[in-house]
């Protein structure tokens, strides 16, 4: 292999790096964006695509969702804000939106590169008019700036805005719990009791908590109680 330099990878745990950049709603230093803030970083390696057209649309119809969680939204394009601009009109008008998280102009791909969102065969991984079919990544990011989930989809499949959201839940709720959620969990359903947690001090904080096994001890959790309220 050569030398050349490649970022670290990045992985659940990692501080999402910083970078400057320029956005629809005017230049950003990612770090001071994301304050004390949760942040749904998400992207698109083109103005103008299809699939990316209804994905954003959808964002931006969530966005009240996402707000209420104190979670804020930033899309990134591979192209310039002027581009962007004439995109979001499109999109309000197919989506019946209002879109106004701001969107980071990357025609360069520094935030793309910084955050390994193209696969090892770019280059050739294209359509034909040569737009890459990667940079359709979602990142969720803490406010302690920590990656908590990476989701990379391929061109073909829109992404599923209420996923996203019900990720952000299962991870608000987690935290302040202390417990896991299990699959297909939706605000309201029972929880996991998260393992560090011993019985006898999860049997006193959840009075109806259910020993299915002695690893899988789950409790409900009524939805007023998670992030969802
Ligand atoms: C799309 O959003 O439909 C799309 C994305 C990447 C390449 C081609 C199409």
């Known amino acids: 292999m050569g030398s050349v330099e490649r970022p670290e990878p990045l992985r659940l745990g990692s501080v999402a790096p910083n970078f400057k950049a320029d956005t629809t709603k005017g230049p950003i230093d990612f770090h001071e964006f994301i ?25 931006a119809k969530l966005e009240p969702e996402f707000a209420r969680r ?6 990134l394009s591979a192209n310039t804000i002027e581009s962007h601009g004439g995109w979001i009109k499109d999109i309000n008008e197919i989506a019946g939106s209002d879109l106004q998280f701001p969107i980071i102009g990357d025609k360069q791909r520094q935030v793309a ?10 280059a050739t991984n294209v359509d034909s008019k040569g737009i890459a079919f990667t940079i359709r990544s979602v990142f969720v990011i803490d406010p302690n700036k920590k990656i908590r ?4 989809y391929p061109a073909s499949t829109g992404r599923n805005s209420a996923e996203v959201l019900r990720i952000v839940d299962s991870l608000q709720t987690g935290d302040k719990w202390r417990v ?3 699959i297909n969990w939706v ?21 109806d908590l259910k020993i299915i096994k002695p690893y899988l001890r789950t409790t409900p959790l009524p939805k007023e109680k998670t992030s969802a309220a």
Do not use: R
């Open 70 to 75: 104190g979670v804020k939204l930033i899309g």
């Open 149 to 152: 989930t990476i989701l990379s």
């Open 113 to 122: 590169l910084a955050y390994d969102m193209l696969d090892h065969q770019d």
């Open 180 to 182: 896991t959620t299990p």
């Open 35 to 59: 304050g004390n803030n949760w942040v749904v970083l998400f992207s698109h390696p083109e103005d103008y695509t299809p699939v990316c057209t209804t994905e954003l649309g959808a964002f």
């Open 187 to 207: 605000p309201g359903d029972d929880v996991i009791v998260a393992p560090p947690v011993k019985t006898e001090e999860a049997q006193k904080l959840w009075p």
